[in-house]
């Protein structure tokens, strides 16, 4: 009755490589990404023409750095919603230490990732030591912040913008590692797409194939359960928000050195776009089920579909309507495909 | 005794879930904690493996004063437990499932392709044939899912093994490879704490049996003490399992 | 409670409080050079100035009932939707509270019972900027609006139809994004040739949409309302065309100058005719010493 | 024959969980469906039960063939199930899961009265003594849950009643009494069906006996063609489990 | 054994009233409630005035009318992020079709709620059919919501925000109904407060005390355990967000009616604030628990918060950071209370 271990089981019915495939989360969405692009791509010759790639790809890289981020955090069974102003928080501190107090924009950036972790520790601590919902604790945060971000400034500048980064020490060398670009054929790339990728890379190794990820699938799947087989729940829970806040800090430096100066209400509302990119991607709001490869891809959905817009030169009014059905027609897809691989019979 | 209770008691909100229990576990031993629904077993193994902390009483591990403040710390002392309804995560494959908690490693990464094939060995140890170890446990049926939580125990299991009814989902088959189990783990050296609602199972294996009753404790007797039969009319509360039996074969 | 309160709860001994309520949230570029008009005046005539803003017109009035409810000595309303506000400055009116009405809303300040009003709507200075741009030779503008819905917004990128005379195409973007911006921007410009023009509505959106220019290598002239350090920057080094000013510390100022006034001497200012406040326009020949006051936030 | 099913089978994604199976649930009789763990019971049931559609075979109630599209269209037809993992909903109370889907009405309102003293006494009835039936059934034991999924498809229970290993987690008791109300049930002209590890259990009530292995139908026998040894052995896979009994007893 | 139903229970320990209300999921709210209610009443004489009083119970019961719906469909586990927006577009029906196409404001209205049902419907039957999670779907209707709102006012008006609702015919008798006010003790209060008691007083009736209430908890709790016992899950959270809808639609009406003029962005962002008074007042965000009264209670301490600052004339700049400050402290009161109610021994 027990059969060696590797011989075929009659019992499992012969699965193809591609339906094997297309059951992955991640592989779900990239259908959506397939059509999204080929709608764009087959009427605006600009949208697929390299410059059209690098123009559109450049947003989607800093919104997936963060997505990746907040899809680790969601497949932990939490929410961040600070993320979005906190990218806000570590630019204004670049930029106000660099111009306004002297310091190199190294150290600038420095003192901006100890504040980021710090205020990433406060969010995981709160949550794991209250038991809130983290959706109500990053709330307070986010608005916390929010109006630090514009009562701070305000008191150190007078206005609610600074700027002048440009003229601060290691400037040049700073934006060329996190703002410069490269050029790939002829046509020039943002650096930030590389982090991206390098991020996307990270994250999946961690979920895939080390023992936090495996943590942090079991956390978001049974908190209770994980626990009781040892898992340190709550140190992974904080981690996670910590790493929210890492990847904040870089996408906050990353656009504080590209244009050189940062408005106090910059970040508010990028939040839930993160959120958005993730679920596109596949990621579960109850936790316990994603892929940061997936939350990736939605980031890439996301950005094309709002820019693929502006390429068709469709009427701006009308622009949240094409955005929205986009996005409901980009999951449906993945949703569609991911349902044909479960049940496509033998 | 590698633990020992002395007069431990629960309480959640209003509710007195256990009250004045006082057992021991000793090495080479297995303790049989017997009783109807409700009288607080899970709850009594809760607060041996960590999961709750006890609010009354005093609990012994190798004779020093413990309150463990999670599961971990129960199991960094080799107490290993199988819960009644902690067991899984459902949309975990099995051999993440298998090892959770504690990853084997390699360099920095976690040994998955180890994790497999051990999962998978240890499986079909148990006699459960799993056809895909990467399946989502919450696909499993409800017995192959108790036999992936007890593989996983009786692999970890370093002194001590909590057994909450994990025979109660598995078929006669895998129900006597479990119960052979934990004769070996006994002949081992370790200390078995195993709850069951089937005298069959408890008799043949349990060298102590501790009845709990409504949260409080009947007592604990030693298998010298108590015979099949005696066991058995106090599980049922009485002679009515006789008298079922009696009663559904007239028919 | 250590608020660094410009305007704190306790009313200063002398002159009496006056409640600045507008209808743009707070952190909002060009509003805040307002708020700091109306504190400094504050400060000046010794007198406290809270500032209250929110783009919803029912919240905005909402805010001018909570200063009814506090029976302040003033009230500025900047009225972007002038219907909506009208009940609640009515009850103001009715309570005997002065009201000076600001920037948008010219129209309704007299019918509404406001002693006066200071600045001009949006659509005034949009003209102006059009105006400017045909000067420059734009034919087809591209108007950045980075708050789709927002009537201020609306009204410039209208106002700047009409001065053009030209195609004035709206592009909707979301200012807390910048990279979004950039890249939009780009897309427009890359994928319609014939766009020679750009006006943000913004100094921040403006930065972004420099970079926007020079990626998609396009030739389009770039202009902006309100200014800041790198706006400035920007006009000097000829990458910006103009920005446009519309003198917005004046819109908080003088309301407060002549509440004050009202208050000690019941004078009246422009005798039920409003008082302007611009546009002006900041441009290669000026940047050079505006630079220091829109760093300042005073411009 | 109130269910018929011929040749029946069902697939989840690459997994055949049932291939071929033929079984019938006439009124006054009890058929019990016995295998290993993984065997297909659980999959067999929810296809009776309306909660998987089969994709393969003929399903008949009546005598007319029909494919449930919801657990709601079997429960209007007189199909009551306790299922072993979609029993409860943890957050709500003992009375409001209860009467989930058959709320009692008076005027618009749900008799909020009249359900907390019908789930008091059906629950006392098969005795066990919910200590406040405004308790989240998610406090529960494993034991109480399951007699309150008991009681209640009890309490609705109009032509067939399916029970998918309900007396796994109660002990020696309540599962007697459990084992009573399927005997009562039969009597009153139910069908019913009844899945148990237990041949203990099973032998006692069952008229018919269906065995699955891996996913088929290895026959389904009359009381009269089958002993109790013959029974126990087929369900252990040969004469494991005496040898087991054996083994044990020996140390 | 068994004892005889009525007798005392030796497990159970004797249990205050106190501590029983306590564990109710509203009453840790009202705990809340009278926190921030004590902070700004004694630090301001004018928030504790009747005027006062009725200056943040205004704002109060709009978002309490929405919250109560929301939390109705939180606890049947399902979001709706278009709840905002669909206030305005319901506004913008109404004003445009009675100032524009010469309809009296009631048949305006009737058409605003027949829209309003059928997006609530339409949100429910995707949700239901597609599986997808209804942040997503309600994601996209609330884009697609805002771009329509645009663009069809654009179209027909040519301007983004219409007015003028006042010289409609029968405005003066609809603005009595749902935008007057009145008289308590001689301060004048929105009849809006009424229209939020009833609706919160339906909601719980239905929640406690109707068949329908056991579903929206059971479909919330476990959405598969309640259809295997046989409960109309899909028709169940069709009709929640149909109440939503239709929540939206009487808030809508009430704010055009009471603002005689409709800005085409009007709701955006409220979405998020239902939630957040849902959540302070006890719902969980993964479903199947919470109250009507506690979303109630929610929205109250979130219009005093938001208020209360206001009165306490404190700077505007740091407003945000109060607010969220304030709202941590309440739900963690709101939390505290609930654990002592929980743990307290005898
Ligand atoms: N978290 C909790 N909150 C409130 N009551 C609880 C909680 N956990 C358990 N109880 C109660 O405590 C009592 C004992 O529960 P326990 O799970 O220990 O019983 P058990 O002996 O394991 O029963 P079974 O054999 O049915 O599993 C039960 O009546 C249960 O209702
Ligand atoms: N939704 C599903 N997806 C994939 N496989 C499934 C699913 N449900 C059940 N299976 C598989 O089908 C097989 C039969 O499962 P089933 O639950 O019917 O077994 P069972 O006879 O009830 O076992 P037990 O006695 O352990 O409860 C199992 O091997 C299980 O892994
Ligand atoms: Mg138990
Ligand atoms: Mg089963």
């Given amino acids: 009755m027990?059969?060696?271990?590797?011989?075929?089981?009659?019992?499992?019915?012969?699965?193809?490589?591609?339906?094997?495939?297309?059951?992955?989360?991640?592989?779900?969405?990239?259908?959506?990404?397939?059509?999204?692009?080929?709608?764009?791509?087959?009427?605006?010759?600009?949208?697929?023409?390299?410059?059209?790639?690098?123009?559109?790809?450049?947003?989607?890289?800093?919104?997936?750095?963060?997505?990746?981020?907040?899809?680790?955090?969601?497949?932990?069974?939490?929410?961040?919603?600070?993320?979005?102003?906190?990218?806000?928080?570590?630019?204004?501190?670049?930029?106000?230490?660099?111009?306004?107090?002297?310091?190199?924009?190294?150290?600038?950036?420095?003192?901006?990732?100890?504040?980021?972790?710090?205020?990433?520790?406060?969010?995981?601590?709160?949550?794991?030591?209250?038991?809130?919902?983290s959706f109500i604790v990053t709330l307070g945060t986010f608005l916390m912040l929010q109006g630090v971000n514009l009562g701070v400034t305000k008191a150190l500048t007078g206005t609610v913008q600074v700027s002048g980064l440009r003229r601060a020490a290691g400037y040049e060398d700073a934006r060329a590692l996190l703002a410069g670009t490269v050029e790939i054929g002829g046509t020039p790339f943002r650096v930030a797409i590389l982090w991206w990728l390098l991020v996307t890379a990270v994250a999946t190794w961690v979920l895939m194939r080390s023992r936090p990820g495996n943590w942090i699938f079991a956390v978001g799947g049974n908190e209770q359960a994980a626990r009781a087989v040892g898992v340190p729940a709550a140190r992974t829970k904080i981690a996670l928000f910590m790493t929210t806040a890492f990847a904040a800090w870089l996408v906050g430096s990353i656009l504080a050195l590209r244009y050189t100066s940062v408005q106090a209400n910059i970040g508010i509302g990028q939040e839930f776009i993160y959120i958005i990119a993730a679920v596109i991607g596949g990621c579960l709001l109850t936790g316990g089920y994603g892929s940061a490869i997936g939350a990736s891809v939605g980031a890439v959905i996301f950005g094309m579909a709002d820019k693929g817009i502006v390429f068709l030169g469709w009427d701006a009014d009308w622009f949240k309507f094409f955005l929205g059905a986009m996005l409901l027609l980009a999951t449906l897809a993945n949703r569609l495909v991911r349902r044909y691989a479960e049940e496509v019979k033998h | 005794m590698i633990i020992e209770t002395r007069g431990i008691g629960k309480t959640f909100g209003s509710v007195l879930a256990l009250r004045d229990v006082s057992m021991g576990v000793a090495a080479g031993e297995v303790t049989c904690v017997l009783g109807d629904n409700g009288a607080g077993k899970s709850t009594l193994i809760k607060i041996l493996s960590g999961v709750h902390r006890h609010d009354a009483g005093t609990f012994l591990v190798d004779g020093r004063e413990v309150s463990f403040g999670s599961p971990r710390e129960a199991l960094d002392r080799g107490i290993a437990t199988v819960y009644q309804d902690l067991a899984m995560i459902p949309l975990m494959s099995v051999w993440r499932n298998f090892f959770l908690g504690s990853e084997p490693r390699r360099g920095p990464a976690f040994d998955v392709a180890r994790a497999r094939r051990i999962a998978r060995e240890e499986l079909l140890a148990m006699g459960i044939d799993i056809r895909d170890v990467d399946q989502p446990v919450g696909t499993l049926s409800g017995g192959e899912r108790q036999s992936v939580a007890i593989a996983r125990a009786v692999h970890f299991g370093a002194r001590v093994l909590i057994l909450d009814e994990p025979t109660s989902a598995l078929g006669v088959k895998q129900a006597g490879v479990v119960l052979r189990y934990i004769v070996r783990a006994r002949d081992r050296g370790l200390g078995v704490v195993f709850i069951t609602h089937n005298p069959h199972h408890a008799y043949p294996v349990g060298d102590r049996f501790l009845l709990l009753n409504r949260g409080t404790s009947l007592g604990e007797y030693g298998k010298a003490d108590i015979t099949r039969e005696e066991l058995t009319a106090l599980m049922a509360g009485g002679a009515e399992l006789a008298e079922l039996e009696h009663e559904l074969r007239r028919e | 409670q250590s608020a660094p309160a410009s305007g704190s709860a306790p009313p200063a001994a002398s002159g009496g409080t006056f409640a600045v309520i507008t209808h743009a949230s707070a952190g909002d570029a060009f509003w805040d050079v307002v708020k700091n008009g109306a504190e400094a005046a504050g400060k000046q005539y010794g007198v406290t100035v809270t500032y209250q803003g929110d783009g919803d017109p029912g919240k905005q009035s909402q805010l001018i009932d909570q200063a009814v409810a506090q029976k302040v000595d003033g009230l500025v309303v900047s009225m972007a939707n002038p219907d909506a506000l009208k009940e609640a400055v009515g009850r103001a009116v009715a309570a005997k509270i002065p009201v000076v009405t600001i920037n948008s809303g010219a129209g309704s300040s007299k019918a509404f019972g406001a002693i006066t009003h200071v600045g001009q709507s949006e659509d005034v200075a949009g003209r102006g900027a059009g105006e400017q741009l045909r000067a420059a030779g734009v034919t087809k503008l591209l108007c950045v609006v980075h708050e789709a819905g927002n009537v201020g917004l609306d009204q410039r990128c209208k106002g700047?139809?009409?001065?053009?005379?030209?195609?004035?195409?709206?592009?909707?973007?979301?200012?807390?994004?910048?990279?979004?911006?950039?890249?939009?921007?780009?897309?427009?410009?890359?994928?319609?040739?014939?766009?020679?023009?750009?006006?943000?509505?913004?100094?921040?959106?403006?930065?972004?949409?420099?970079?926007?220019?020079?990626?998609?290598?396009?030739?389009?002239?770039?202009?902006?309302?309100?200014?800041?350090?790198?706006?400035?920057?920007?006009?000097?080094?000829?990458?910006?065309?103009?920005?446009?000013?519309?003198?917005?510390?004046l819109q908080g100022w003088l309301p407060i100058t002549f509440l004050t006034l009202y208050k000690k001497n019941l004078n009246t200012v422009g005798g039920g005719l409003p008082v302007n406040t611009g546009p002006g326009f900041v441009t290669k020949d000026n940047a050079e010493q505006v630079a220091k006051l829109a760093e300042a936030g005073t411009r």
Same sequence: chains 1, 5.
């Fill in chain 3, 160 to 249: 700047a139809e009409q001065g053009l005379g030209g195609t004035v195409e709206r592009l909707q973007v979301d200012v807390a994004n910048l990279a979004d911006v950039t890249s939009k921007v780009a897309a427009k410009l890359q994928s319609d040739k014939q766009v020679n023009g750009v006006l943000a509505l913004n100094p921040a959106v403006a930065v972004a949409a420099r970079d926007a220019v020079k990626d998609s290598g396009s030739q389009a002239k770039l202009a902006t309302f309100d200014l800041s350090g790198d706006v400035v920057t920007a006009i000097k080094d000829g990458e910006i065309l103009f920005a446009v000013d519309q003198q917005q510390y």
């Fill in chain 1, 2 to 133: 027990t059969a060696a271990a590797g011989r075929a089981d009659e019992r499992v019915a012969r699965a193809g490589l591609v339906r094997r495939l297309l059951i992955r989360p991640e592989l779900g969405a990239v259908v959506g990404l397939v059509a999204v692009f080929a709608f764009f791509a087959a009427q605006s010759p600009v949208f697929r023409s390299p410059q059209g790639v690098a123009n559109w790809l450049d947003p989607a890289a800093t919104l997936g750095i963060m997505a990746v981020a907040i899809a680790l955090l969601m497949i932990g069974g939490e929410f961040d919603l600070s993320a979005g102003v906190l990218t806000g928080t570590t630019g204004l501190i670049l930029v106000t230490l660099a111009t306004r107090y002297g310091l190199d924009v190294w150290t600038a950036m420095l003192v901006g990732l100890v504040v980021a972790l710090a205020i990433g520790l406060a969010n995981g601590l709160i949550v794991t030591r209250t038991r809130l919902p």
